[in-house]
């Protein structure tokens, strides 16, 4: 069974930047889409942003203009570059890829937390 393993969370002050990766256990054919969710306590799931294989990308209007997804659809690898964290962002952040076909792939989640 395939699995996401995400990586690079962590506690970083306000102001601060991360930078999470995801990969694939193991080939994950014909992918579509490839995102970044977050829950915060107390939240529902949000979308964060989104990378569709032409590299089209969409996201949160919370974010924009700090976060960047980029990825690499032949190697299952997505990575969401997040600067100017503010405490807000403090939430766990999960990995997701889905392929043409509907399957979806979620990962176990990372810790982000943005201290004030």
């Known amino acids: 069974q395939v699995q996401l393993v995400e990586s690079g969370g962590g506690l970083v002050q306000a102001g601060g930047s991360l930078r999470l990766s995801c990969a694939a256990s193991r080939r994950i054919f014909s992918i579509y889409t490839m995102s970044w969710f977050r829950r915060a306590p107390g939240k529902q799931r949000e979308l964060v942003a989104a990378i569709t294989r032409q590299g089209t990308t969409n996201y949160a209007d919370s974010v924009k203009g700090r976060f960047t997804i980029s990825g690499d659809n032949a190697k299952n690898t997505v990575y969401l570059e997040m600067n100017s964290l503010k405490p807000e962002d403090t939430a766990v952040y999960y990995c997701?890829?889905?392929?043409?076909?509907?399957?979806?792939?979620w990962g176990q989640g990372t810790q982000v937390i943005v201290s004030s």
């Open positions: 997701y890829q889905r392929t043409q076909w509907g399957d979806d792939y």
